[in-house]
Nanobody, 116 residues
Framework: QVQLVESGGGLVQAGGSLRLSCAAS????????MGWYRQAPGKQREYVAF???????NYAESVKGRFTISRDNAMNTLYLQMNSPKPEDTAVYYC??????????WGQGTQVTVSS
């Protein structure tokens, strides 16, 4: 059983930058895919970005060109670099890990608030 713990959330001004981290209690090397999702008040959770074990990345159109996802297998940590955030990026951000077999893992979430 792997636990995921997000950190790095907080209040940031629009146009600033913020980096989220997701620390895993065990090795992340075997995870096929790791990603970030977010949920704004009154809305459904939505996909933000993912990175595969091979290092391929994919982004939601709404964050493409502004956010960068990366993983450090040696540190068992997933990152989300948020550049030029917008007020509409305000949400609770969740870390997700998809193993080869078995159920996916979720973190508890970290709040990101972008002020205009």
């Amino acid at each position: 059983q792997v636990q995921l713990v997000e950190s790095g959330g907080g209040l940031v001004q629009a146009g600033g930058s913020l980096r989220l981290s997701c620390a895993a209690s065990g090795s992340i090397f075997s995870f096929n895919r790791m990603g970030w999702y977010r949920q704004a008040p009154g809305k459904q959770r939505e996909y933000v970005a993912f990175v595969t074990r091979a290092g391929s990345t994919n982004y939601a159109e709404s964050v493409k060109g502004r956010f960068t996802i990366s993983r450090d297998n040696a540190m068992n940590t997933l990152y989300l670099q948020m550049n030029s955030p917008k007020p509409e990026d305000t949400a609770v951000y969740y870390c997700n890990a998809l193993p080869v077999l078995g159920a996916e893992y979720w973190g508890q979430g970290t709040q990101v608030t972008v002020s205009s």
